[in-house]
């Protein structure tokens, strides 16, 4: 009886995680479509033709509502002429969306343009209160439901780790959490021991200390497992921007402006940086990155997430951005 009762509650969580992976497939797969745009020409084009999610048009004077498809992108930082204004109106008034250059260009990049960042607006960076607490059930829940199958591969991970050289299997840090609040991170140890008052590294910087287990963990992200454990505790996220560790915390503040501002959310095991740009290991990339996060905390949302679970898995499965 036990094992019939087993059976189904597996059989059930299968069902049920089989919808929700079509559901949100398909509604990636609708949001991905190639969007149809007008332009009016006060912005350099290239900026977005480059992209081969948008097929642009340019919109000739004298300026008509007719095929227009999804919609007419202008910078609408730049002065607009009597008629631009007149026909931009009559856009909104016959349903017509209006898109900012800007805006536009954001999403595709899925990045945040620091250097036109201002303080005044940092509010379009506050997370939604509902979903951040939905955030905490699912991902709570998920952890839970796939720990019979994850558990044993951390036992499997730590016994191969001890075999293979001397030390402890687990690797325990200090890294800075949400609100600038120190936290101790767990991950498993794909290094040798190096001594404790070593200063701190980059990853790539230590290439050499990295053991044969430890390359592979770190390619398919089996070392971050331990993080589950953070997560449950309310220290972590699933998904959200990586903790770094105080010294670079520190220096980077110095150096990129709204560094900060990333701690604004829970750190995460992957998130939209890792995922569309890899790992960052000099103050350069790491401002890239810190573009990327900004983005992902000002457009936080269940989709979001679900894109960056489903690149995380192509991730694992590529081995992009591994250390």
Not at 120 to 146: D, H, Q, V
Not at 259 to 274: D, E, L
């Amino acid at each position: 009886m036990f094992r019939i009762d087993y059976s189904l509650s597996i059989l059930l969580k299968g069902i049920i995680l089989s919808v929700v992976w079509l559901y949100i497939s398909s509604r990636l797969r609708r949001e991905s479509k190639r969007l149809k745009l007008a332009a009016i020409p006060n912005f350099d084009l290239k900026e977005l033709r480059v992209n081969d999610r948008l097929d642009i048009s340019i919109l000739r004077t004298p300026y008509k509502l007719t095929n227009i498809k999804d919609g007419v992108v202008v910078d609408l930082h730049h002065n607009l002429t009597a008629n631009e204004e007149k026909f931009l109106a009559d856009c909104s008034i016959n349903n017509i969306h209006v898109f900012h250059f800007a805006a536009i260009k954001e999403n595709l990049e899925g990045k945040v343009q620091t250097k036109h960042l201002s303080e005044n607006s940092i509010g379009t960076l506050l997370s939604p209160p509902f979903y951040t607490f939905f955030k905490r059930i699912w991902e709570s829940l998920l952890i839970l439901i796939t720990l019979p199958i994850t558990l044993p591969i951390m036992i499997i991970t730590a016994i191969c780790i001890k075999i293979e050289s001397s030390g402890p299997a687990m690797f325990i840090q200090k890294r800075i959490g949400q609100g600038g609040k120190e936290f101790s991170i767990y991950k498993f140890r794909s290094m040798t021991v190096r001594s404790p008052n070593s200063e701190s590294k980059f990853a790539t910087a230590e290439q050499a200390r990295v053991t044969r287990i430890g390359k592979f963990i770190r390619k398919v992200r089996i070392d971050e497992l331990p993080q589950f454990f953070n997560v449950l505790k309310g220290e972590m996220a699933l998904i959200g921007p990586r903790p770094e560790q105080n010294s670079f915390v520190l220096a980077f503040e110095k150096e990129i402006p709204f560094y900060g501002y990333r701690h604004m959310v829970k750190p995460g095991i992957t998130g939209w940086a890792q995922t569309v740009q890899g790992y960052t290991d000099d103050t350069d990339s790491t401002r890239e990155k810190l573009a990327h996060d900004l983005y992902y905390i000002k457009h936080l949302s269940f989709w979001l997430d679900a894109n960056i679970v489903i690149k995380t898995i192509k991730t694992m499965l590529t081995g992009f951005g591994a250390k």
